[in-house]
């Protein structure tokens, strides 16, 4: 599959966003969508994972509580809504995709073979 991540933006610290991820060459339906960022400087992380039949989800510390992953009604469409925003939120956001990854590899970056380009998420404090 193909994905596109798109929704990131400015917003100040406390605001909210919403990411999208879609996949325009199939669908999610057996697959584990996976979101992780990228800071300046830094490695990638891990923020969260949905495995989109299941509904089942999972979050890293850093965003729980404050970010939900969700499916969308068309089967080629997974967002994550980003909320209490912070600084240290900012970075290059990724989605991701596999349809044999396993539940104790899902915050593995290397465990996703399906990735799209980035969107930039930038908090202003």
């Known amino acids: 599959v193909q994905l596109q991540a798109s929704g990131g933006g400015l917003v100040q610290a406390g605001g909210s966003l919403r990411l999208s991820c879609t996949t325009s060459?199939?669908?999610?339906?057996?697959?584990?969508v996976g979101w992780f960022r990228q800071a300046p400087g830094k490695g990638r992380e891990f923020v969260s994972a949905?495995?989109?039949?299941?509904?089942?989800?999972y979050y890293s510390d850093s965003v729980k509580g404050r970010f939900t992953t969700s499916r969308g009604n068309a089967e080629n469409s997974v967002y994550l809504q980003m909320n209490s925003l912070k600084p240290e939120d900012t970075a290059v956001y990724y989605c991701?995709?596999?349809?044999?990854?396993?539940?104790?590899?899902?915050?593995?970056?290397?465990?996703?073979?399906?990735w799209g380009q980035g969107t930039e998420v930038t908090v202003s404090s």
């Open positions: 060459g199939g669908t999610f339906r057996n697959y584990v």
């Open positions: 991701a995709a596999s349809r044999s990854i396993i539940v104790s590899s899902y915050a593995n970056e290397f465990g996703y073979n399906n």
């Open positions: 949905i495995r989109w039949s299941a509904r089942y989800t």
